[in-house]
């Protein structure tokens, strides 16, 4: 597992300062918009290659929940669109480094709708490491911007 942990690590560590470079030359929407065209291609290339069955029996258990079919849309607007729209502008116009960081304090989020929304159990020594990262973010941003 940690192997694979550092191999995203280091590609999410590197994207944005790729992002950065590109945005110095394209508008925000043209990136998100090719961005989005190149994510489909591959995933289309992906599913026509690796995972065609798959894709035929995730479609027959989405059919049964169309729910699921507008939750997946939503997903995508906020985390595709939105989140990337104001990502994308934040660095352009700060120091990566110090945006990437506030940014990945985004688990507090997930541990607290965890908590809230799906009854997830959370310990102590957890709420120890929120505490961490929430005195971190006030720090950076103390100096940041």
């Known amino acids: 597992m940690l192997p694979e942990c550092l191999i995203v690590a280091v ?11 590109i945005l110095h030359y394209i508008q925000t929407e043209c990136f998100i918009i090719f961005v989005g065209l190149f994510y489909f ?11 065609q069955e798959k894709i ?8 049964k929940n169309k729910s699921i079919y507008v939750l997946l849309a939503l997903s995508a607007l906020l985390t595709f669109i939105v989140a990337n729209y104001f990502y994308l502008n934040v660095i ?7 945006v990437t960081a506030i940014i990945a304090s ?11 929304l799906l009854n997830e159990s ?5 709420l120890i490491g929120m505490l961490f ?4 973010v006030f720090i950076l941003e103390q100096n940041a911007f």
């Open 11 to 21: 590609i999410f560590g590197f994207t944005p300062i790729l992002n950065k470079y």
């Open 122 to 126: 959370v310990t102590f020594d957890h």
């Open 106 to 116: 985004y688990p507090l989020i997930t541990a607290l709708g965890g908590y809230f």
């Open 56 to 63: 035929f029996s995730d479609i027959r258990i989405l059919n």
């Open 92 to 98: 352009q116009n700060n120091k990566v480094y110090i």
């Open 133 to 136: 990262i929430i005195s971190g």
């Open 41 to 51: 291609l591959l995933a289309l290339l992906y599913v026509l290659f690796v995972y």
